[in-house]
């Protein structure tokens, strides 16, 4: 089974090489942003919760995320595996990860994160705000606080996965083919 945490700042390119990665690989993709909206959407209790956290720019709480994705895993659970967009973002949640995809028999294969300079990852946000509706993707002020959470608080992460061996730093600028042609070649010399 091969689980991939797709990693890296807001904007990096995740949710676009996911489904590339997805189709090559046959994963089940989990994306916090898509369990968010559709728990935002279905208004559900996290849901609620989820929205008040993300229209400030900031994290959702561990425990909120946490619950989230253990369900969503439970009714995907499959035999090729998963790619994880945007979770882990914090050592308790890659923790927590660990736990739950132990108790299904399986663990994470590798983090390959997506490395792009901050100031191009604010052009390419500020371009998806026109298009996409996100009010957190229209606002350089929000979008700067996002990256600066992240430094805080998800980029540690990282070293979690370095020290297991686990972490593969790819160049996250260039075309998309060249991005996705590069992260099959880490994914498959890590296996």
């Given amino acids: ?6 990693f890296g700042p807001p904007g990096a390119g995740k949710g676009t090489q996911s489904s590339k990665l997805i ?32 229209d400030n720019g900031q994290l959702v709480p561990d425990e909120v995320t946490n619950r989230m994705v253990r369900d969503f895993i439970e ?14 973002r914090t050592i308790a949640q890659g923790e927590n990860l660990e736990q739950v995809l132990q108790d299904f028999n399986t663990e994470v294969t590798s983090m390959i994160a997506l490395e792009v300079d901050e100031d191009e990852l604010v052009n390419r946000l ?31 992460l990282a070293d979690f996965y370095a020290q297991k061996g686990k972490f593969i730093a790819v160049q996250g600028k ?18």
């Fill in 174 to 191: 260039g075309s998309i083919d060249d991005i996705f042609n590069n992260l099959c070649k880490a994914i498959d010399h890590a296996n």
């Fill in 126 to 156: 500020l371009e998806r705000g026109k298009t996409s509706g996100r009010p957190d993707d229209q606002d350089e002020s929000i979008i700067r606080n996002r990256f600066k959470v992240y430094n805080e608080e998800t980029s540690p």
């Fill in 1 to 6: 089974m091969l689980n991939i945490i797709l």
């Fill in 75 to 88: 009714r995907n659970n499959n035999d090729q595996g998963f790619i994880f967009d945007g979770y882990p």
């Fill in 23 to 54: 189709e090559k690989y046959g994963l089940v993709h989990l994306s916090t942003g898509d369990v968010f909206r559709y728990n935002i959407k279905n208004q559900t209790e996290l849901g609620i919760m989820a929205k008040s956290y993300i």
